[in-house]
């Protein structure tokens, strides 16, 4: 690729072209490409729904098909547990979904660690909400989808 002068001089989307190719780039309809194509994926897994059955209580619902007999299961749990209060679920894709439980789980282990307490469901919350916001910004990543 460095032999084609087209590609390394910034021809496809540098500074002065058109358009951007940057992740936090809108484009000329005013729209981040890259998270659209992460909500499409993400719309293609199947629903996760809740239904509160009492100010303690919440019980989680979601299909384990498959979209296809051609695939294999891939052992992808859809619930994980990340403390005794709380529970995430994922649809979309599960490679991202993988990466996202690890994330919470590991989070939730380095606040205890730290703090000695179980971490609060708002810092919970706003520390995962960070998280997408960076992959939505870092050069190299790509939105969750």
């Given amino acids: 690729l460095l032999s084609i002068p087209s590609l390394c001089n910034g021809a496809r989307g540098g500074i002065g072209s058109r358009h951007s190719y940057s992740l936090s780039h ?3 309809a005013g729209k981040l490409r890259q998270v659209e194509h992460a909500v499409a994926a993400a719309n ?3 629903p996760v729904v809740a239904l509160v059955s009492s100010s303690e209580s919440v019980c989680f619902v979601a299909p384990q ?3 296809s007999v051609l695939m294999d299961e891939d ?3 859809r619930f994980v547990s990340i403390t005794p209060n709380i529970v995430v679920a994922h649809s979309g894709l599960s ?3 993988r990466v996202l439980c690890a994330a919470a789980q590991r989070l ?3 606040y205890e660690f730290t703090f000695d307490e179980a971490i609060p469901i708002e810092n ?3 520390e995962m909400a960070l998280l997408l916001q960076e992959y939505t910004l870092k050069g190299g990543c ?3 989808g």
């Fill in 142 to 144: 790509r939105p969750f």
């Fill in 26 to 28: 809108f484009d000329t």
């Fill in 95 to 97: 490679a991202d979904g």
């Fill in 124 to 126: 919970f919350l706003e």
């Fill in 75 to 77: 052992g992808t749990p």
């Fill in 65 to 67: 098909q498959l979209p």
């Fill in 108 to 110: 939730a282990i380095e």
């Fill in 44 to 46: 293609l897994g199947p």
